[in-house]
């Protein structure tokens, strides 16, 4: 069965400290790792895809990374308008997709 | 505008009482996917679709039907609601193949079965 750990559950951060976000997976045959952002009461909105081990995607202060066994993504200098739930998750060969149970990170100013 | 559109975006409903929730999107995407969301365990793919009339269950399909008679429609059915259908759901929308597989996600459905 496939399945996505994210750690922490939760993120507290001051505003301009860096940090990483980690997502563990195990999949029979990944098609792709996602990035997804939530902010409250809305839906996910995506953020990278990566497809294979060594790939990495940057947009403004995020950058994702992906090896076999997991992700991460990091937020360099955070602001404010960083703080969401950043979500992780994994499309299988079947097009089957599986998330984490999500970050959520508060950037204090 | 490009979008995936939910509706209700609020149901309350009495548990036994059949219920659509109505999904279409705009970007004449192949592939379409419900979730539910419930606090601490994430989001969860009930049935997913890669074209019309294919259609696939999810993780957990129990108590909920699909269709995809249109490319542009997906409802989500339950036949006979229960209390722990209680959850918000949401729709989403993707191309297939590798380089245009991100999904859009609509604004979700609050659902109360009580």
């Known amino acids: 069965e496939d399945q996505v750990t994210q750690s922490p559950e939760a993120l507290r951060l001051q505003e301009g400290e860096s940090s990483s976000l980690n997502c563990s997976y195990t999949?029979?045959?990944?098609?792709?790792l996602f990035w997804y952002r939530q902010d409250p009461g809305k839906g996910p909105e995506f953020l990278f895809t990566?497809?294979?081990a060594g790939e990495e995607k940057e947009k403004e202060r995020l950058k994702a990374t992906l090896t076999k066994k997991e992700s991460f993504l990091h937020i360099t200098a955070p602001k404010p308008e960083d703080s969401a739930t950043y979500l992780c998750a994994v499309q299988a060969e079947d097009y089957k997709l599986s998330f984490g149970a999500g970050t959520t990170v508060t950037v204090r100013a | 505008e490009a979008q995936v559109t939910q509706n209700p975006r609020y149901l309350i409903t009495v548990t036994g009482k059949k219920l659509t929730v109505t999904c279409s999107q705009n970007?004449?995407?192949?592939?379409m996917s419900w979730y539910r969301q419930d606090p601490g365990l994430g989001l969860r793919q009930i049935y997913y679709s890669m074209n019309v009339e294919v259609t696939d269950k999810g993780d957990v399909p129990e108590g909920y039907k699909v269709s995809r008679k249109e490319k542009r429609n997906f409802p989500l059915i339950l036949e006979s609601p229960s209390p722990n259908q209680t959850s918000l759901y949401f729709c989403?929308?993707?191309?297939?193949?590798?380089?245009?597989?991100?999904?859009?996600f609509g604004s979700g459905t609050q659902l109360s079965v009580l």
């Open positions: 989403a929308s993707s191309f297939l193949g590798s380089t245009n597989e991100k999904l859009f």
């Open positions: 990566l497809y294979s």
């Open positions: 999949v029979s045959g990944l098609r792709g």
């Open positions: 970007m004449n995407h192949e592939y």
